[in-house]
T-cell receptor, first 109, second 115 residues
Framework: QKEVEQDPGPLSVPEGAIVSLNCTYS??????FMWYRQYSRKGPELLMY????GNKEDGRFTAQVDKSSKYISLFIRDSQPSDSATYLC?????????FGTGTSLTVIP | DADVTQTPRNRITKTGKRIMLECSQT?????MYWYRQDPGLGLRLIYY???????NKGEISDGYSVSRQAQAKFSLSLESAIPNQTALYFC??????????????FGPGTRLTVL
């Protein structure tokens, strides 16, 4: 079983839609839960992260962690064409990072 | 200028050839990493180094070796390249901030094709 599971998509939505991206994991020792965004032909960039359980909001983006279900989500409100990218979830115990496979998102104008 | 650079950006080589991918960083970070990215498999850790004298194997180190020449330089070698090493390779760096997230900063990637 993989440490981190993520639906690869692809996901295609109209501009302005709410997007929900999800990952599940198996290692209960994970403490940091991250979302990276990767544009085509670029390296991943950290979008936001959460320590332990709970929600975190940053502008149009909200990250949620449910440690009891080993489930994390990223919500994008009022999606824009510039949000079109691959989104990777990642988890860490502190030193090593474990990445999901990434979900490809296209926001259609 | 980019904080994490990788050379070459693209490379096509033949089975059995020795290949070196190089990574340099100007962020002053002690920690450096090599990942490969494959469709459907995501990012997988090959090797990581927490300082110049520290080298650790990651999830998929077989067939690879690394050298940490200086704090700012971390090279990945394929001693005898094989086709299933065709992938996108990323170098990353991070600082160590104690009990907080040590954010990783990625380079632009090297696309390697082994024929």
């Amino acid at each position: 079983q993989k440490e981190v599971e993520q639906d690869p998509g692809p996901l295609s939505v109209p501009e302005g839609a709410i997007v929900s991206l999800n990952c599940t994991y198996s290692n209960s020792a994970f403490q940091y839960f991250m979302w990276y965004r990767q544009y085509s032909r670029k390296g991943p960039e950290l979008l936001m992260y959460t320590y332990s359980s709970g929600n975190k909001e940053d502008g149009r983006f909200t990250a949620q962690v449910d440690k009891s279900s080993k489930y994390i989500s990223l919500f994008i409100r009022d999606s824009q064409p510039s949000d079109s990218a691959t989104y990777l979830c990642a988890m860490s115990t502190g030193n090593q990072f474990y990445f999901g496979t990434g979900t490809s998102l296209t926001v259609i104008p | 200028d980019a904080d994490v650079t990788q050379t070459p950006r693209n490379r096509i080589t033949k089975t059995g050839k020795r290949i070196m991918l190089e990574c340099s960083q100007t962020k002053g970070h002690d920690r450096m990493y090599w990942y490969r990215q494959d469709p459907g498999l995501g990012l997988r850790l090959i090797y990581y180094s927490f300082d110049v004298k520290d080298i650790n194997k990651g999830e998929i180190s077989d067939g690879y070796s690394v050298s940490r020449q200086a704090q700012a330089k971390f090279s990945l070698s394929l001693e005898s390249a094989i086709p299933n090493q065709t992938a996108l390779y990323f170098c990353a760096t991070s600082d160590f901030l104690g009990q907080t997230l040590n954010e990783q900063f990625f380079g632009p990637g090297t696309r390697l094709t082994v024929l």
